[in-house]
């Protein structure tokens, strides 16, 4: 497929992955990530799924070619599966990849047809294999639901990676255990530092554990081996020798946007589900799609505003969760741009 002019922002980086979140809903509440309370956007304005199909595919003639689908939670908008579907004829024709990250509750449902569309891979968000626990942070009795989503993407042929915000005083001591359940189903894990993205009841500082301080006490445990594996992501890799199947270390990744932001190598931008283009997950520039979509000549318009966001793609985000009390450094949750 030839591309009309690939994506190259001010850093000579190239842009070739797209998050597009395609609801900002969500049936879980988990405490870092929204308020119990959240007030979600009017139906309204949230993108149709042609819309969100157009506006794909105006990023697919730019060269994208990995798209990952997400929210909120992406699998309790109802015709997202119809979404899957039509990007999924994308891949092997302009996208290398299409995937999805979600938490797993509707995906016993889904999975098969996710699978049946192209998808190949697919992250899963479990911070707790402990019921009670899972209760307190997502505040939803899901923890079921989520297990028999993850069984039946397995048993459906997906390849499954599972991402754990690592929470101090909360998941911290049963952080070993979710490795090595992960790597006895096979599976990839990755631990994520919390970031300071929108209000929440809590105070972050609380609960922010450096995963530096996790490696060290993991590498107490068992024996870690730096792996060059690289998913063009943030995360960094290593092997864990003790938990992997048939002699083979079971793959964990860390990813450190506070004790180590690898923003020299990001290859990513990011579309709300009302089509507000944000140039980085830590900043505020943003490029309005759904004007764009929604004007005389989309494609054209899509085209240029995708040239603007390369030149306003900062160089790297600011995150720091340094103090008690801070104030979170956007106002925007996660569930809002697309984790
Ligand atoms: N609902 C889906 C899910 O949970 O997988 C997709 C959207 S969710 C916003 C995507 C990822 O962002 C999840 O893995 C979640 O744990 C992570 N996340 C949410 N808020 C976060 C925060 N403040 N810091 C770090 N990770 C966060
Ligand atoms: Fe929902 Fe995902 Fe946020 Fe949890 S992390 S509240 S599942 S959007």
Known sequence: MSIAAPLVDQFQRRITYLRLSVTDRCDLRCAYCMPERQTFLPRAEVLSLEELHELALGFIARGITKIRLTG????????????????????????????????????????????????????????????????????????????????????????????????????????????????????????????????????????????????????????????????????????????GAAGIGGRLGFITPLTNNFCDGCNRIRVTATGQLYACLGGNEQVDLRAALRSDAPDAAISEALDVAMKIKPERHHFVIDKPGGAPALARHMSMTGG
């Open 72 to 243: 909120g939670e992406p699998l309790v908008r109802r015709d997202m599966i119809e979404l899957v579907k039509a990007l999924g004829r994308k891949v092997g024709g302009g996208l290398d990849e299409l995937t999805m990250t979600t938490n797993a509750t509707r995906l016993a449902e889904f999975a098969d047809d996710i699978r049946a569309a192209g998808v190949r891979r697919i992250n899963i968000s479990l911070d707790t294999l402990d019921r009670g626990t899972f209760a307190r942070l997502a505040r939803r009795d899901s923890l079921p639901q989520v297990l028999e989503g993850i069984a039946a993407a397995k048993e459906a042929g997906l390849k499954v990676k599972i991402n754990t915000v690592a929470l101090k005083g909360i998941n911290e001591a049963e952080i070993p255990t979710l490795i090595a359940w992960a790597h006895g189903q096979g599976f990839e894990i990755t631990l994520i530092e919390v970031m300071p993205l929108g209000e929440v009841e809590q105070d972050r500082f609380d609960h922010y554990l450096p995963l530096s301080a996790m490696r060290e006490s993991l590498e107490q445990r068992w024996t870690l081996t730096p792996d060059d594996h690289r998913s063009g992501g943030p995360a960094r890799y290593v092997t864990v020798a003790e938990t």
